[in-house]
C-alpha cells in the first residue's frame, strides 16, 4: 500500500480498495494536482467497475451519480465516494455486479433481513449514528425512494450542514418483495465528532426530504369532481364512501347469498362534529341509493325523513334505515393510526350477522374505504377493480384463479388501462423542473401520458372533460353574480352580487383582480347553497381557480386551448402536493384548501401568461408558502363561515404570487421545502382548527349563536345523542 495513503483515502476505506483502484486514484489525483488540472473529470472504466475523480463538487457527484446505471440482473449495487475538500477533489468507485467483484472485502448486505426491518417501520426510513473519538459514522435506509430522490437529497443535506462524508457506501438493493420497489442504505464516515444537536438535524433533514415514490393520479382527481355543494371531503367525499358501500355490499350479497335487513351510519371525527352543516350524512345516504355526487336528487334520498319513509331501494331487496348516530371519541380512537379525520362506518344487519364497512374522505372528493370488519390491505377508492370471493375482497389477478368471484362494480366509468401499475419519473416539484429539462418535454405531454396509463384517456377525452368543467365553473360564476338568495342559516348569499354592482360603479376595481374576488365569491357563494361546483380541489376552496380564469378569460381573451390546459396544469401540480398534503382541512387546516386552491390558481394564471415551468412552480410554491397556518374554523360546520370570503381574498392572493413569479421574484425556501413545511404545520395544527367546529371563529359568541341556530337541523340527523 502507497506510503501516502493515510493522507488520500481514509483509513476506514483502506481495505475496501484493490492495490489497482489505489494506484489509479492517487495517480489520477497527484496528476490533476501537479500538471493543474483541476476541473477537469477522469473517467477509468473496467468490466464490472468504473472509477471517476473530479474536483470537490456536490453538483459534479450528483451528475456523476446519476449516470452511473444500476445493472438490471444483479440484486446488488454499490457506489462507493471518497471525498476530500481541502485537496479539491471527490472519487466515485461504481460496482454494477459487486458479488463479482473478488478483490474488494466487501459484506453483502443482507436484503431479506433489511426488508423486514424497514417493512416493520411505519415509516419506511431509518438512521442510526455513533460517534467514537474524532469519528462519527452514520448510516440511513429508505424504503420506495426513487434514485433521484435519494442522490439528489443526500448530496443536498450533506451541502447544507456544510459537511460531506470522508467516506460513502451507497447501496441500492433490489427485492423480491412486491411492496419493496427500492431499498437504499448509505453508510459514510465524517472526520469529526459531530454533536447530538447536529444529528438530530440531519436526521430530521434525511427523514423529511427522502419523499416516498408518487402515487399518480389522474388531474380530474384533483379538478374535481362536479357535485353538489357544501364540501368536497364531507359532501361529495362522503356521497363516494356511501356508493362504495354499496357496491361492495350488493357483490358481498351476491357472493355469500345474504339477506340484508337494515343498514345504519355512524359518523366519527370531523363527520360527527361538522357534518350535518355539510350535509354529509344526507351525502352517504344519498349514495346508498346509488346517486352520483352531482345528481341534483342526491342530498334528499339522504334525508332522514326521505329514508325513514321510502328506505333503501338496494337492487332485489329493499332495506329498512335504521338511522344515523354520532360516535363517541372514544371510538374514534379506533382509527387513530389512520392520519384521517373524516369516518364514517356503515353498518349492514344480514342473516348472517353485521358487517360494518369504514370508510375515509382523504380530500377533494377522493376516498378510501380500509375496512370490511377488518383493515383490508389494499383500499378501495371507486375507481380500481375488485372482486369478492368467499366473503375476502381481491384483486383482480386473485380472482381469475377463482370460479365463481363477484365483481366490486366500481363507481367510475373506467376504460382497460395500458398499464397495471403507472409511476412518474419524478417525484417532487424540482424534480419534475429536472426531468422537463433534461427530456426536453413540455408540462402537457407528461399530464397527457399520465392520463393516458391512469384512464385510458386520449387527449381528446381528456380535453373534452376539462371543457365539460369549465363550463361548469362559468355557469357557478354568472348564477353566484346574479343571485340574491340566502343561504340555509341566512349568513351569506348577496355578497358577490353586491361586489358586482360596486365594481361597475367603482372603476378602480373593475379590472383583473376586482372581477377575480367577485367571481371566487359567487362560486362558492353557489356551493354554500348545494348548487352544483367543481371542487378544485375542494368545495370549500371552488370559487379560486374559476374566478381567477374567468376574470382573466374576460381581460385577456387567451386561447381555448392555452385556457383548459392552464387547468389542467393547476390540477397536475396540485397532486404532486396531494402526494404530501391531503386536500382535506379536516387533516390539514384550511391551508390545505384555500391555500392550494390559490396555488393551483396562480400555477394557471402564470401559465396563461407564458410563463416558463420554473416559474409556474414558482408561483405555486409563492401562494403556498403565504397560506402557511391557515386554519379551518367553519361556524356550526357550515361552509359559509369563513369560506364564502375567504375564497374572495385568496383569489387576489393567487395573482400576486402569479405576479411576482413572472416579475422574477423567487421563494427563498425551495418549493418542496415549503410543501413539506406545510405538512409539518398541518400536522402540529390543534384539532380544533381542523373542521371540528372547535375553536377559532367557530367558537366566537357570534358563531356559538349560529350553532344554537343549527341545532334543530342537527337533531333531524342525530336526534338528542
Known amino acids: 500500500m502507497p506510503e501516502n495513503m493515510g493522507s488520500f483515502i481514509p483509513k476506514c476505506a483502506e481495505s475496501y480498495f484493490s492495490p489497482d483502484e489505489i494506484s489509479y486514484c492517487i495517480q489520477t489525483v497527484t496528476h490533476r494536482i501537479e500538471n493543474g488540472e483541476t476541473g477537469k473529470t477522469f473517467h477509468h472504466k473496467e468490466e464490472i467497475e468504473e472509477c471517476i475523480v473530479h474536483d470537490f463538487s456536490h453538483s459534479k457527484l450528483k451528475k456523476t451519480l446519476l449516470s452511473l446505471k444500476p445493472y438490471n440482473y444483479q440484486p446488488y449495487t454499490l457506489y462507493r465516494i471518497v471525498s476530500h475538500p481541502e485537496k479539491n477533489y471527490m472519487i466515485t468507485v461504481f460496482y454494477n455486479d459487486i458479488t463479482s467483484a473478488t478483490h474488494t472485502n466487501v459484506a453483502l448486505p443482507d436484503i431479506d433481513l433489511h426488508v423486514d426491518e424497514m417493512l416493520a417501520s411505519e415509516k419506511g426510513f431509518d438512521f442510526t449514528v455513533s460517534v467514537s473519538g474524532d469519528s462519527t459514522t452514520l448510516q440511513i435506509r429508505s424504503i420506495n425512494s426513487s434514485k433521484f430522490t435519494v442522490i439528489n437529497n443526500v448530496i443536498e443535506t450533506f451541502q447544507k450542514h456544510l459537511l460531506f462524508p470522508s467516506y460513502t457506501e451507497l447501496w441500492y438493493l433490489k427485492s423480491k418483495n412486491k411492496k419493496i420497489k427500492s431499498l437504499y442504505i448509505l453508510n459514510c464516515v465524517i472526520n469529526k465528532a459531530m454533536p447530538l444537536a447536529e444529528t438530530e438535524s ?60 337494515s343498514v345504519d351510519i355512524k359518523l366519527l371525527g370531523s363527520f360527527r362534529d361538522t357534518g350535518p352543516g355539510h350535509r354529509t350524512p344526507a351525502a352517504i345516504g344519498g349514495g346508498l341509493w346509488g346517486l352520483g355526487t352531482d345528481h341534483p336528487d342526491m342530498l334528499l334520498h339522504g334525508d332522514p325523513s326521505f329514508l325513514k319513509q321510502k328506505g333503501i331501494d338496494f337492487g332485489s331487496q329493499q332495506l329498512t334505515f335504521g338511522g344515523y348516530q354520532r360516535g363517541s371519541a372514544e371510538e374514534d380512537q379506533k382509527y387513530k393510526n389512520e392520519n384521517n379525520n373524516n369516518i364514517a362506518e356503515i353498518i349492514f344487519h344480514t342473516n348472517e350477522g353485521n358487517f360494518i364497512i369504514t370508510g375515509f374522505s382523504i380530500g377533494g372528493g377522493n376516498v378510501e374505504v380500509r375496512y370490511l370488519n377488518q383493515r383490508l390491505s389494499t383500499p378501495l377508492n371507486g375507481k380500481d377493480e375488485f372482486f369478492i370471493s368467499d366473503g375476502r375482497i381481491i384483486s383482480p389477478s386473485e380472482a381469475r384463479k377463482c370460479e365463481h368471484a363477484v365483481r366490486i362494480q366500481p363507481i367510475y366509468l373506467s376504460k382497460p388501462k395500458p398499464k397495471g401499475h403507472y409511476s412518474l419519473p419524478f417525484n417532487s416539484f424540482e424534480e419534475l423542473l429536472t426531468y422537463l429539462e433534461e427530456s426536453g418535454k413540455q408540462i402537457t405531454d407528461i399530464i397527457y401520458e399520465t392520463e393516458y396509463n391512469l384512464q385510458g384517456s386520449s387527449k381528446a377525452d381528456i380535453m373534452s372533460q376539462t371543457a365539460e368543467y369549465w363550463s361548469i365553473m362559468k355557469k357557478a360564476v354568472k348564477k353566484g353574480i346574479m343571485s340574491n338568495e340566502l343561504s340555509l342559516l341566512k349568513l351569506t348569499g348577496k355578497d358577490a352580487n353586491k361586489l358586482h354592482r360596486y365594481s361597475k360603479k367603482n372603476l378602480l376595481f373593475d379590472n383583473l383582480f376586482g372581477r377575480a374576488v367577485i367571481y371566487a365569491v359567487a362560486v362558492n357563494e353557489v356551493n354554500a347553497k348545494s348548487g352544483v361546483i367543481v ?76 410563463g416558463n415551468m420554473e416559474q409556474v412552480v414558482q408561483a405555486f410554491t409563492l401562494a403556498v408558502k403565504n397560506s402557511l397556518g391557515l386554519i379551518c374554523d367553519p361556524v356550526a360546520g357550515l361552509v359559509e363561515v369563513p369560506c364564502v370570503k375567504r375564497n374572495g381574498v385568496f383569489a387576489s392572493v393567487a395573482i400576486s404570487a402569479s405576479m411576482m413569479s413572472l ?54 340527523f342525530f336526534g338528542n345523542s
Open 202 to 261: 440531519m436526521h430530521n433533514d434525511f427523514e423529511r426530504y427522502l419523499h416516498r415514490y408518487i402515487k399518480p393520479m389522474s388531474v380530474f382527481d384533483i379538478v374535481g369532481p362536479s357535485m353538489v355543494g357544501p364540501s368536497s371531503s364531507h359532501t361529495a367525499g362522503a356521497n363516494k364512501i356511501g356508493q362504495i358501500a354499496r357496491s361492495i355490499m350488493l357483490a358481498l350479497a351476491e357472493d355469500k347469498k345474504l339477506s340484508i335487513a
Open 535 to 610: 371542487a378544485c380541489p375542494t368545495a370549500g376552496s371552488c370559487g379560486i381557480l374559476p374566478g381567477v380564469l374567468k376574470a382573466y378569460d374576460e381581460v385577456s381573451k387567451p386561447t381555448r386551448e392555452r385556457l383548459l390546459e392552464s387547468i389542467l396544469v393547476s390540477g397536475f401540480l396540485g397532486m404532486i402536493l396531494f402526494n404530501d398534503v391531503t386536500t382535506a382541512g379536516a387533516d390539514y387546516g384550511c391551508q390545505a384548501e384555500v391555500g392550494v386552491g390559490a396555488a393551483m390558481a396562480a400555477a394557471a394564471l402564470t401559465y396563461l401568461e407564458h
Open 663 to 716: 416579475a422574477g421574484v423567487r421563494s427563498f425556501v425551495s418549493p418542496d421545502e415549503v410543501v413539506l413545511t406545510m405538512k409539518e404545520v398541518g400536522d402540529k395544527l390543534h384539532r380544533d382548527f381542523k373542521e371540528t367546529a372547535g375553536g377559532g371563529l367557530a367558537k366566537t359568541r357570534d358563531g356559538k349563536a349560529v350553532d344554537r341556530a343549527f341545532e334543530s337541523e342537527v337533531k333531524r
